[in-house]
């Protein structure tokens, strides 16, 4: 079991069935598993009509998925999911080869307030491990990958409740740099898996094998985002640290289109943080009322929290960038975007601005 089996308080996951791990994973309503089990055989052959007939074969009764509940819903999307995306890959518009699967990707959605089609968390928080593991090509990668963004989804669940924390309090609270540090302890994880996915991907089998999987797909005359790392919610706490209102168009662009794909109560987070005052202005303006040289202890060390936690955000994305990089340079690249649907300039913009941020609260404490 890890953080991200566990509940977190403050975001409702005492009773959010989303966040029954081991039930969804074990959950195989459409007893897809022998089917899933020859996906990557189907893929590697590129058997677009093998892909037909096994979705077509998986789609349920609309009845009977009408009385699923939220868990058997989430992993029928997830198994219906990696079906959808593998005919993609091959250049077939999944619902239009099979129209009878839009009622029921329509279904699910409603179902679990999420998109009508899979996403990063179905991929791999909510994909069972072992033998039962859900991929589109078996390569060891592949798992690895896997394994690197679920790996990420605990801390992050945790660094939401300090946030949250973070964003009641006010920098001269004693409790503010303890939130700060839980933060950063939290954080930390993230790079951790973006190490591990350095250590075992690399960007040739990402950006010509497995990046195909995870292109847009049309449902009902708009498109999803397959299920890219990008929608780890990591913008969450960006958001409250120093996003709300030290950010970007192109930022705030972007994170209007992927907020759809994250869950509800993240989505419900976002809504209560948007707009707000982030942890930057808040330590930039207490100290601004004091002089430089005697900080009241709480606000100073409110103000190193803020600069470690910043440190740890800008070592994340100066690797994300150097990964993109690699993945989408001229002579490995498919897609001038990533899979979450954002250039690499993008990630450019993210890590200027959460330097210059750290920067700014480092400076103030010198």
């Known amino acids: 079991m890890t953080l991200y089996d566990l509940v977190v308080p403050g975001l409702d996951e005492r009773t959010d069935p989303r966040y029954r791990m081991a039930d969804i994973r074990a959950a195989d309503p459409l007893g897809a598993d022998g089917v899933l089990a020859a996906l ?6 590129a058997d677009t009509a093998a892909l037909t007939v096994a979705l077509r074969a ?10 699923w509940n939220v868990v058997a819903a989430l992993a029928a999307m997830r198994d219906l999911g990696i079906l959808l995306g593998s005919l993609k890959r091959h250049g077939i518009q999944p619902v239009a080869a099979v129209p009878e ?30 033998p039962r593991r859900r991929t589109y090509t078996g390569h060891p990668m592949e798992s690895h990958l896997q394994e690197a963004v679920r790996m990420a989804f605990p801390g992050l669940v945790a660094a939401l409740d300090t946030c949250a924390r973070i964003a009641r309090l006010e920098p001269y609270d004693p409790g503010y740099a303890l939130a700060l540090d839980r933060t950063a302890h ?5 790079v951790d898996a973006i ?20 292109e847009e797909i049309d449902v009902d005359g708009r498109s999803y985002l ?15 640290l120093w996003q709300c209102d030290r950010s970007d168009p192109a930022y705030d662009a972007f994170l209007a289109d992927s907020l759809p794909y994250a869950l509800p109560s993240w989505r419900a987070f976002h809504a209560r943080h948007h707009g707000g005052v982030s942890a930057v202005s808040k330590v930039s303006a207490a100290i601004s009322w004091e002089s430089a040289d005697r900080l009241p202890p709480e606000l100073a060390a409110s103000a190193r929290s803020l600069s470690r936690v910043l440190h740890i955000l800008k070592s994340f994305r100066a690797r994300h960038i150097t990964l993109a990089r690699k993945a989408y340079r001229e002579e490995l690249r498919r897609y ?16 200027d601005l959460t330097r210059d941020n750290e920067t700014l609260v480092r400076r103030a404490v010198r």
């Open 336 to 351: 001038e975007e990533g899979s979450g649907g954002a250039p690499v300039a993008l990630l450019r913009t993210i890590l």
């Open 40 to 45: 990557p055989s189907m893929n590697a052959d």
């Open 195 to 214: 190490d591990l996915t350095v250590a075992q991907v690399t960007p040739e089998y990402f950006a010509r094998t497995l990046r195909p999987y995870f």
């Open 58 to 67: 998986l789609v349920p009764d609309a009845d009977r998925a009408a009385e």
């Open 226 to 240: 397959g299920p890219a790392a990008a929608q780890v919610p990591l913008w969450l706490v960006d958001l409250t």
């Open 186 to 190: 939290h954080v930390q994880t993230v």
């Open 101 to 130: 699967v839009l009622p029921i990707l329509e279904l699910l959605g409603r179902r679990t307030d999420m998109v009508p089609r899979d996403t990063v968390h179905h991929y791999t928080a909510w994909n069972p491990p072992g």
